[in-house]
């Protein structure tokens, strides 16, 4: 009944073309980024801030990048944490080397860091698709993860082999390092993530996003309509690089602080991967449903037996919380394999046409 | 010798001069030779069908028309000048769309959104403009889309514009296919086997459209098609193929009554 579209009319193509054709959906999309950008940060406690909403929103915006190069335009990838690493490590240096340097800027220009990177080792993928790709982007993550390593100048010769972020000020307020406070941070990556969010929306509404669909849903037919693959598995791979980049350096700077390579290993390729899949491979908000479901739940989990007053250790807690999300994983992709965006997508429908069934 | 007179057809419509000439196109795989020695001319504005029985290679010429494959020998003349050998996305974008024997759409996006790829070739809004879905990105757009609407309407597929390709039925995705090709507004159209296992009535449709968007946008239409009824009745001039060989080529009637192409069809032993 609340979503009922009758009476809403199109008497223009610009009209039917808009973000939100349905005026429900700008509703209940202003309610969440009320909730966003104003309840949240007035309720929100230090703990809420750390554990849950920034990074649900870091590691959205990572799934974003991923699933604009593996949902949108169809290359696996498993090298996402090796290409966060590179954003996390060009901001560190751009910072270090350029004190004066305005660090949000900083951090949205360590994206173009981890693009050129991303393109680099996205050539394969002119040659080969799939499974074999993505072996193909396991080597870049190992390889950045080892160059990480072996490349001291990357985190300035330090003894720790690990990266420190320093205390950046904009006009005097904090933004990074210990003495930035966890509201400007989440204002901070809250912007980011918005600006990114809108970007890709428009990018894959538009003709770049059909280039890349028509890539992912058939690379020869693509071909003979006039799509230069090339190019356009190119573009896919800097534009999901971009935004992985950006996404590791505020990984760093905005949230864990500190970082040494192992960070950037594998199984964190694999969770931002997981995100992806079980948001929703091809859809931009799947990502903040799969996000806050492999953020939320391990949090949920601890605090559940905590507040019932069940004495269990927490490392029974870690393990259980493994097995869930695991069993979560396989139930998602037998039952809806199109992922939490899916869902909602067919809940909408539904409630569109309620209380008829056709 | 160019030639570049027009003809008048059986039912009286003038035809323009030679779009497109193919010299002595030869294809070898290995040593499989797929095509030998054919030469044959599409002229503007006709409809030009390639038969033959299974295997004779009419597939393989369709793709070296549209740049899939590079004849191993011979030239191919387009709009009057020598064809260089380039990628399949060049062609199109010179004015050859095509479809396929088996339905190649894009099965993840709507109707609309795999017609609108068909205006591709004529979108260059920027990347950063596509970004903000500001200026010439927007303006492109909802221009692309009326005329993708344009082929919506003509092809009467309005009521399933939102409806993603994959939930479609089969006759409808060629429909859609067609739209596809036809949103590029191409020079020369190639369809390869529109009406395959498609119902009488289907089929109907088909010719109709076909028929249509040769009368109405006046676009060169080269087809491949086993059904003889339908390619005698649609066609203006027929090339027939046997073994990778021109065995005929003229209007219908006078391949109709070529003793070769009796034969290929007939089966006489080799």
């Not at chain 1, 072996?135 to 003894?159: C, D, G, P, S």
């Not at chain 2, 005929?248 to 290929?264: F, L, Y």
């Amino acid at each position: 009944m609340l979503y009922r579209t009758a009476g809403q009319f199109k008497t223009s193509y610009q009209a039917d073309q808009a973000l939100f054709p349905v005026r429900q959906d700008a509703v209940l999309l202003a309610v969440i980024l009320a909730f966003a950008y104003v309840i949240f940060p007035l309720t929100a406690s230090e703990f809420t801030f750390q554990t849950l909403l920034i990074p649900i929103l870091i590691y959205s915006l990572a799934a974003l990048g991923l699933n604009i190069l593996t949902g949108f335009a169809g290359q696996l990838s498993l090298g996402t944490a090796a290409f966060m690493g590179v954003g996390a490590y060009a901001c560190y240096k751009m910072i270090t080397l350029m004190p004066w340097m305005n660090p949000i800027l900083a951090i949205l220009f360590s994206g173009v860091f981890s693009a050129g990177v991303g393109v680099a080792f996205g050539i394969p993928s002119l040659r080969i698709k799939g499974f074999y790709l993505a072996i193909a982007t396991l080597a870049a993550q190992f390889f950045l993860v080892w160059l990480f390593e072996k490349w001291a100048w990357l985190y300035n010769y330090n003894a720790s082999g690990a990266i420190q972020v320093p205390n950046l000020d904009i006009f005097g307020i904090y933004v990074a390092g210990p003495l930035a406070s966890s509201i400007t941070q989440y204002y901070v990556v809250l912007g980011i993530v918005t600006l990114l969010t809108v970007i890709c929306i428009n990018l894959t509404r538009g003709n770049l996003g059909r280039t890349w669909k028509a890539t992912r849903d058939m690379d020869i037919a693509a071909e003979l309509i006039g799509i230069n693959l090339m190019k356009s598995k190119l573009t896919a791979f800097a534009v999901s690089s971009y935004i992985v980049g950006v996404a590791g350096a505020l990984f760093v700077f905005m949230w864990r602080g500190a970082a040494e390579p192992n960070l950037f290993d594998i199984p964190l390729s694999f969770q931002i991967l997981f995100i992806a899949i079980i948001g929703g491979l091809g859809s931009v908000m799947g990502n903040y449903l799969g996000a806050i479901l492999i953020v939320g739940l391990p949090v949920l989990l601890n605090l559940v037996p905590e507040t019932l007053g069940i004495p269990i250790k927490s490392a029974t807690v870690e393990h259980l919380n493994i097995m869930i999300v695991g069993s979560l994983i396989v139930f998602f992709l037998i039952v809806e394999p199109h992922g939490l965006a899916q869902l909602w997508r067919l809940i909408r429908e539904k409630l569109i046409i309620w209380p008829f069934p056709h | 010798m160019k030639d570049t007179e027009g003809y008048v057809t059986a039912d009286g419509r003038q035809i323009g001069g030679q779009l497109m000439e193919l010299k002595n196109i030869t294809l070898k795989f290995g040593g499989v030779t797929a095509i030998s020695d054919i030469s044959f001319d599409i002229h503007e504005g006709e409809i030009r069908a390639i038969i033959g029985p299974n295997g004779a290679g009419k597939s393989s010429m369709l793709n070296i028309i549209s740049g899939f494959y590079t004849p191993t020998e011979g030239e191919l003349w387009y709009k009057g000048a020598k064809r260089p050998p380039m990628k399949p996305f060049e062609v199109a974008r010179m004015g050859v769309a095509r479809t396929f024997q088996n339905i190649a759409l894009f099965e993840g996006m709507t109707v609309l959104d795999n017609v609108m790829t068909g205006r591709l070739t004529h979108m260059n809004a920027g990347i950063g403009a596509q970004a903000l879905w500001w200026g010439k990105a927007r303006d492109e757009e909802m221009e692309n889309r009326e005329k993708v609407e344009r082929v919506i309407d003509f092809l009467e597929i309005q009521n399933i514009r939102k409806t993603p390709v994959g939930r479609l039925p089969y006759g409808l995705k060629k429909r859609v296919e067609l739209a596809r090709a036809l949103a590029a507004e191409p020079s020369i159209l190639l369809l390869d086997e529109p009406m395959a296992g498609m119902n009488v009535e289907e089929k109907e449709d088909m010719s109709r459209f076909i028929l249509d968007v040769n009368d109405e946008f006046g676009t060169t239409i080269c087809l491949i098609e086993h059904d003889m009824g339908v390619v005698m009745d649609l066609s203006d001039r027929v090339v027939v193929m046997d073994y990778g060989k021109k065995i005929g080529d003229g209007p219908p009637d006078e391949v109709r009554n070529n003793q070769d192409v009796i034969d290929a069809y007939l089966g006489v032993p080799h």
